[in-house]
């Protein structure tokens, strides 16, 4: 077992799915015969999430499941919902994707890499970090390369279901300097992916767990000092510490600088998909809207309370807006819509769905996963999600996970769901 | 006779050595013509007062604005330097010490793959920049039209052997050496191409295979302006009657051979340019010694970049570009 905690999330119930598989989604079957089982109204009450407070509410008429039986002759099951999707101009096995991973050292080299490889295998698209090049490099000549960002697309593309998944390279204000897109899209090595339609890039505008900062790394003073030509370094922790904060700019946006930036990247890599990650802003949804507008393959939504990341206190208690919140800002959109926060099991994701997401990224999920199981744990993690969202798609007369909408929803505080769009 | 024909074979592969390319008498006869060039355009410039400053090779930031390709880093005593892909900023400081100031400068570009079977892309290559003082894009267009007619015409009028040996027709020569070149917007180059059935973007630079149907089209050099913003570097200039468009243009050779020059009225506004900055996602902080030039102020001014290469390949009417480099880098492969 590693030394990776996230007290904040339900590490245990992840770390389980990671080790059982589909069988997580049932309780112990040990148990079946012996123990009387039913919902634990105090559980989703306590919780002021709004998306926990959702529920999802299966009808008795299902003209769906008619159509569907029709098509099959026989009455349709869970098994029968298809969960293959389009992932941000991917086709992707399921509406699920990898987050990056923050600014951290949690995101270490060997789990980057497994979760990698287990991306691929599963067929969906995976986001690697604005961290990765700075960090650990990219990988061609002096470094190592199973370190570096070359190193994870190589483990990602070496696994990869043909024509299936992607990979996302993230890039921020400050990586702009070590042109990350120019390198990755200029590389003989990344050639397959480009030729395949399976290369995206990512605008960084913010993110969750520290909307309106930049991204942060707690660093040896030795190491910051290498640094501090480009980032801010801060010795916030005092003249005895060794340590000190580096912090990114969380870089200057107006909706014109928004849409010259998308258009640039779409004129200078035109074989490459265009992704937006958006922190979770008050003007959310103005700020999807340019993105889109302006060719935007995909607009990827951090919740407040998603992010692997480092980041201050009063930032993960009191800023930004639950994912919940961000979806009914957005409302009605005209292209992808992405969402990320607190993502590991399949009731919320097909809730999100259900709200207007076109698929949603597994970020700590993930790293615990592969932290639990460095071969399987994210693959089973995902059979696990699936199975459920095969079986809570079906209760809903649907069998498509792309069907869900508001009307497979329901607040128990009796507020409709009314999104704004 | 057999050398000629093998310039007109298709898809022509690089040179497998250098003294195989060297040695080659198309290669001599291309490598004249060139020289000649250089000689013409030194002497038309100089001719109309325009002083000749050697480029740097280096430096703290190069030009941003090349599509898709990686800068060269460069360890300089610690500092990550770049080679230059153009010589643009330090022409725009070069208008602090003369008014009208040219150089054949060196650029470096790490094209994408893709660019390898463009038939004009080369990894190093070439640029006679040009950079006027208070200029306009008019009158810096008229005298990217004035030097490439003079170039041409000394070559035609001097080099008619080393034409005829590379089987080049010194008569494609007389539109453009007769008559204005052709000018139309981008907006209109794109409903060209839309009507030629090319999916092209209308919000970025016209793509390769477009731009080769355009110059397939003409019998002369032609320009097209007003590029819209999200497809050029910040230092081209906004017009303010018609936001979103760039006071810019690109000279566009005849024949199928493209692009030979681009050229804008610059941005020299400090506030403007750091905007522009973020709208082409750079980090000001890496401009430093420029911005500081722009803050105390320096000079409007118009210019453009002729590629020596893409030129010479045009008036020697060579299949490949590399072929008018003596030491030929072609994107992605290893070569002297």
Redesign the interface.
């Known amino acids: 077992m590693s030394t990776l905690r996230a007290e904040a999330f339900p590490e245990s119930a992840v770390r389980a799915r990671a080790r059982s598989g589909a069988a997580g989604a049932l309780p112990d079957p040990d148990e079946y015969g012996r123990a009387l089982f039913g919902a634990d109204p105090a559980r989703c009450a306590a919780s002021g999430d709004p998306i926990d407070r959702l529920r999802l509410v299966p009808p008795v008429f299902v003209p769906r499941r008619l159509d569907k039986l029709v098509d099959l002759a026989r009455e349709p099951v869970y098994r029968d919902v298809e969960l293959d999707t389009v992932v941000g101009g991917f086709r992707s096995t399921l509406p699920l994707y990898v987050s990056a991973f923050g600014s951290t050292d949690a995101a270490s080299v060997s789990l980057g890499l497994a979760a990698s490889r287990q991306a691929g295998r599963l067929g969906i698209p995976m986001v690697v970090g604005e961290n990765v090049m700075p960090v650990n490099g990219y990988g061609r000549i002096e470094e190592h390369t199973g370190r570096s960002l070359l190193g994870r697309i190589t483990a990602y593309a070496d696994h990869a279901l043909d024509g299936l998944g992607g990979v996302v390279v993230q890039q921020s204000t400050e990586d702009a300097d070590a042109e990350v897109w120019n390198l990755v899209y200029s590389d003989p090595n990344v050639q397959p992916l480009l030729e395949s339609s399976r290369l995206a890039f990512e605008l960084k505008v913010g993110q969750g767990a520290k909307p309106g900062l930049g991204g942060m790394t707690v660093l040896d003073a030795a190491a910051a000092t290498r640094l501090a030509d480009r980032f801010t370094i801060d010795p916030v922790f005092g003249g005895g510490s060794t340590r000190v904060l580096r912090s990114s700019s969380p870089g200057t946006f107006t909706d014109e600088i928004l849409r010259q930036q998308i258009r640039l990247m779409r004129n200078n890599f035109p074989r490459a998909r265009v992704w937006v990650k958006l922190p979770p802003a008050r003007d959310v949804r103005e700020a999807a809207l340019v993105a889109w507008e302006a060719g935007a393959d995909a607009v990827t939504v951090d919740g407040a309370e998603g992010g692997t990341g480092w980041a201050p206190v009063a930032f993960l208690q009191h800023v930004g807006l639950s994912l919940g919140e961000c979806l009914r800002r957005i409302g009605e959109h005209p292209s992808c819509l992405l969402v990320s926060g607190r993502m590991w099991e399949g009731a919320r994701v097909a809730k999100c769905l259900a709200l207007g997401a076109n698929a949603v990224g597994l970020g700590r999920a993930a790293l615990i996963a592969v932290d639990t199981d460095v071969e399987d744990g994210l693959v089973n993690l995902v059979e696990c999600l699936s199975l459920e969202l095969q079986m809570l798609t079906s209760a809903l007369g649907k069998y498509h996970v792309g069907l869900l909408g508001l009307e497979d929803v329901w607040s128990d505080a009796g507020a409709v769901w009314s999104p704004t769009g | 006779m057999t050398q000629l024909l093998a310039i007109r074979g298709a898809e022509r592969p690089p040179p497998a050595d250098p003294r195989e390319h060297l040695s080659s008498p198309v290669t001599r006869s291309v490598l004249t013509i060139q020289h000649r060039m250089l000689t013409a355009a030194r002497d038309f410039l100089c001719g109309q007062g325009f002083i000749e400053l050697l480029p740097p090779i280096i430096g703290p930031v190069t030009d941003p604005g090349a599509?898709?390709?990686?800068?060269v880093d460069v360890d300089y005593y610690g500092?990550?330097y770049k080679l230059m892909t153009s010589a643009i900023l330090y022409k725009q400081a070069s208008l602090t010490a003369f008014d009208k100031i040219f150089c054949i400068a060196p650029n470096v570009r790490?094209?994408?793959?893709?660019t390898a079977t463009t038939s004009r892309h080369l990894v190093e290559f070439h640029q006679i920049d040009v950079e006027v003082a208070g200029a306009s894009r008019a009158g810096v267009m008229q005298l990217a039209e004035g030097l490439v007619g003079h170039v041409v015409g000394e070559v035609v009028a001097r080099l008619r052997g080393e034409l005829d040996s590379l089987g080049r027709d010194a008569g494609t020569f007389g539109p453009l050496l007769a008559e204005p070149f052709g000018r139309r917007t981008h907006a209109q180059a794109v409903t060209d191409l839309h009507a030629m059935g090319h999916a092209q973007?209308p919000?970025?630079?016209i793509?390769w295979a477009g731009e080769a149907m355009l110059s397939r089209q003409a019998s002369k050099p032609f320009f097209i302006t007003d590029y819209?913003?999200?497809?050029r570097g910040f230092y081209d200039r906004e017009n303010r009657e018609r936001p979103g468009f760039l006071q810019n243009f690109d000279l566009i050779a005849p024949e199928g051979y493209g692009e030979l020059c681009s050229g804008s009225e610059r941005e020299h506004d400090y506030a403007t340019i750091i905007?522009r900055m973020?709208?082409?996602?750079?980090?000001p902080?890496?401009y430093g010694w420029y911005l500081r030039m722009v803050r105390d102020g320096i000079p409007g001014s118009a210019g453009f970049g002729i590629g020596v290469e893409r030129l010479t390949r045009y008036v020697a009417g060579l299949d490949s570009v590399w072929q008018a480099s003596a030491y030929p880098k072609i994107?992605?492969v290893a070569s002297p």
């Open positions: 599509r898709g390709a990686k800068q500092h990550r790490l094209e994408p793959i893709e973007n919000d970025a630079e793509d819209p913003k999200g497809s905007a973020r709208e082409t996602g750079e980090n902080a890496k994107p992605g």
